[in-house]
């Protein structure tokens, strides 16, 4: 099982990034994915969900509005819509999936986000 994400940079406060997650070793349309983040000296926070067949989404409060998870099964990659980007959604971002034995799964590099002027 590998997660690799990417699309991370530094950007300005109101910017926009679009982060992708290539998931490969499991049945990728068969599971809810999840994006992560760690702030710099914080845990690890989930931020957005999406189920199996992309019907429902989950986003934690701070991102609501700003943040849009997507996914093709197609080409088993998740994808992370940001906008209106703020300092502190500064932090490395990454993906996983849940569900299964997915908790056993290793967790990629992530992708870092800066958001400063």
């Known amino acids: 099982v590998q997660f690799v994400e990417s699309g991370g940079g530094l950007v300005q406060p109101g910017g926009s990034l679009r982060l992708s997650c290539a998931a490969s070793?499991?049945?990728?349309?068969?599971?809810?994915m999840a994006w992560y983040r760690r702030p710099p000296g914080k845990e690890r926070e989930s931020v957005a969900t999406?189920?199996?067949?992309?019907?429902?989404?989950y986003y934690t409060d701070s991102v609501k509005g700003r943040f849009t998870i997507s996914r093709d099964n197609v080409k088993n990659t998740a994808y992370l819509q940001m906008n209106s980007l703020k300092p502190e959604d500064t932090a490395v971002y990454y993906c996983?999936?849940?569900?299964?034995?997915?908790?056993?799964?290793?967790w990629g590099q992530g992708t870092q986000v800066t958001v400063s002027s």
């Open positions: 996983h999936a849940i569900g299964g034995r997915s908790w056993t799964w290793p």
């Open positions: 070793g499991f049945t990728f349309s068969t599971y809810t």
């Open positions: 999406i189920t199996s067949a992309g019907g429902s989404t």
